[in-house]
């Protein structure tokens, strides 16, 4: 038998650590919406467990034996488009594979071509049920439950069509219809208002009105973080340090991949839970981070292909900077950031979803310019000679790259409003290395970006002692005087400081008036708040 894991990809199985799924949303609720034959949905966040959810809710259907229970998914339908015949083609074919597969029942795949031939398209989804359930009511069998699977992936025409059938199919449910159809996907979705073409909606009923409710699958707590972590500990006997459990929450957000994900970076890829006698701690939960954070994988590749579009672009680079959107994005461009879960709305406004992400986008961002960091940057020069972090020094540094190079490299690298950002992070990751480690905290309309950075060396004795040090990048206020907008940032960098307690605090003012000059813009001031000395610098 295989060993228990924690899993990163696809439905959860048996042999994975995972949440009992009907748990983390009202079953009951579920249950009573089906008795009642009701069409409704199931939405949440990618990779956030929806399909293992939908498996676990057919299996408990058919294990009941009141209903049959089909499960499809429907994401191989997305390459349709406005194909109609080609997407609806895919999903009777399998659909007809899952019941001939779970109730031995051939008719549907037998039919289901000559239905589509005959009837069209456009109404073949309804006329195979109506055939099929017919037939079936004549042997008195039990109503069909339809989960669809992914629906959000289909596009256009395909999904119209869709949509529209199972209005229409819902007039004859459950005798020639499912008895209930569950819509599951990243959101919502409904036939008002679908692009099927350049510059062409089709405006008609939203297919809201078929589905009763919404049902949300949210993230893990804290409590369910530390109910997973247990079953690991119960396999392999190696205990979690409790102050493990929140840190793991306020990396992640819970969000159930980013918590599997750090769970099996920590035990499986840095190895430790290769010594089952050593405690997880609060530190290697952060290291983990770090390392995942480091890593150049697929995962990667696939956020920074994403974050490459124009349109994500002038949504998330104001995030970024801390400054405002010129014009509110496009609903769907927030749809699909947040489907992504990489943005979310705060009682004090939009920001990134999580500590983890926080960290991770501009780093995947800013990727290009590590490449050109590596030719400028001595990072040796930063070192004291006790092996400590002189960090005045990089953030002269850092001052001085940037009026060196802000025009040549916001340009290149499509930067321009957010390289000053970018850029702190990038020359502070590539500057500690893989013995320091960063948070980053930013969020829109806040003018700031604020960075704490730990750096770990040794005593003579051979102890290891950590020093940390926060900077923080705050746009310049053009209705404040410059006093009133170093008073502010002063007071608001000690009080983002204090609970991280660091060895030195920075603040740096960035002005981006170009009719200024930079003898104008540039200047170093030292102040106290609270008993805290600052050191400012301006930009």
Known sequence: MVKRYFNISGPNREYHFGLDPLTRI?????????ERGRFFSICSARQSGKTTLLLAIKKKLNEEG?????????EAAQVAGNDTRSGMQTIL???????EFEFKDSWPN????SILEHYGADSALVAFF?????????????PIVLLLDCIDLLSGK???????????GQIYSPELFPQTVILCGARDVRDSDISIGEDEFLI???GSDIRENTVVLYNFTQGEIKELCDQYTAESGQNFQENAYPRLYSLTGGRPWLVNAILCEAIYEMGFGNDVSKIITFGMIDAAKDHFINRQDYYMEQLAHKLRAPRIRETLFPILAGGNWAKNPAPEDLDYLEDLELIKKFPSGWGITNAVYRELIPKVIGRNLKDELVHVVDRTKFLKPDGRLDFR?????????????FLAWGRRYELEGVLAQILLHAFLHYAVGDRGRMECDYALSTGRMDISVGWGYSLESGERREERFVVELRLFDSTKSHEAVVRQGVAQVVEYAKPRQPHDVYLIILDEDQSKTWYDRLFQEEHVFKDVPVHVYGL
């Open 26 to 34: 009202d079953y009951r609720y579920v249950e009573t919406m089906i």
């Open 66 to 74: 009141k209903y049959r229970c089909i499960y499809c998914n429907v």
């Open 93 to 99: 074919s399998r659909i007809a594979q899952e019941a």
């Open 110 to 113: 037998d039919n289901f071509p």
């Open 130 to 142: 109506e055939r099929w359930l017919f037939k079936d009511k004549q042997a008195k069998k039990l």
């Open 158 to 168: 395909t999904l119209v069509s869709v949509l529209r059938q199972l209005r229409t």
């Open 204 to 206: 008609g009923r939203g």
């Open 393 to 405: 020094s990089m953030v002269q540094f850092y001052q001085r790259i940037y009026c060196d190079y």
